[in-house]
């Protein structure tokens, strides 16, 4: 059975750094073709999608978050990380990571989180 | 990071109906598109992958077609659950930004 589960803080203060972990059961994060998406939702906006970790280690990132975004993994705890340096206000959204294999070259998102509420306030 | 556009952005239709959702891209993306919906308090969920391929699971009554920069999620016979928000993402390459959503009411 395949589960993710993100953790972290709900309440983060502004230029401070989030560190989400995303802790998954039920498939390898070195399988092949497997990988690992971070995706959020600001309050009242659509998704956006924040970058992908693949299985042989590079990630994907969605520019606009600059160089603020970093996504890694540790395999001996089935875990990825999100970390979002100096964060603002407009960081205030719903975590989601979720698993994203590759099957005849198209990447998908099938299995997804509950997400994790993060609030960016002094 | 501009959100794809999709049309409508929202409408309401009623139990029984048929409606369709439109996404397009810039440039083609071949068949490398994927539909989800969204529902409030929940984690989105894929309805579609590669443009038409049903998800496991997914109710027969969604539909996806389209190639290349235009795209269609077909839901027939709308049911109440069905009141949600539906993505389009194309992962044709990165990044893989998700459609700006369209926001369907069930009358």
């Known amino acids: 059975q395949v589960t993710l589960r993100e953790s972290g803080p709900a309440l983060v203060r502004p230029s401070q750094t989030l560190t989400l972990t995303c802790t998954v059961s039920?498939?390898?994060?070195?399988?092949?073709?497997?990988?690992v998406t971070w995706v959020r939702q600001p309050p009242g906006k659509a998704l956006e999608w924040l970058a992908l970790?693949?299985?042989?280690?590079?990630?994907y990132y969605n520019t606009p978050l600059g160089t603020r975004l970093t996504v890694s993994r540790d395999t001996s705890k089935s875990q990825v990380l999100l970390t979002l340096t100096n964060v603002d206000p407009d960081d205030t959204a719903t975590y989601y990571c979720?698993?994203?294999?590759?099957?005849?070259?198209?990447?998908?998102?099938?299995?997804w989180g509950q997400g994790a509420l993060v609030t960016v306030s002094s | 990071d501009i959100p794809l556009p999709q049309s409508p952005s929202s409408l309401a239709a009623s139990v029984g109906d048929k409606v369709t959702i439109t996404c397009r891209t810039s440039q083609s993306v071949v068949n490398y598109l994927n539909w989800y919906q969204h529902k409030m308090g929940k984690a989105p969920k894929l309805l579609i992958r590669?443009?038409?391929i049903l998800q496991s699971g997914v109710p027969s009554r969604f539909t996806g077609g389209g190639s290349g920069t235009y795209f269609t999620l077909t839901i027939d016979n709308l049911q109440p659950e069905d009141s949600a928000t539906y993505y389009c993402q194309p992962t044709y390459t990165s990044p893989y930004s998700f459609g700006q959503g369209t926001k369907l009411e069930i009358k």
């Open positions: 590669a443009a038409s």
């Open positions: 970790l693949h299985s042989d280690g590079e990630v």
């Open positions: 039920g498939f390898s994060l070195t399988a092949r073709g497997m990988g």
């Open positions: 979720a698993r994203a294999p590759m099957f005849a070259g198209v990447i998908f998102f099938d299995y």
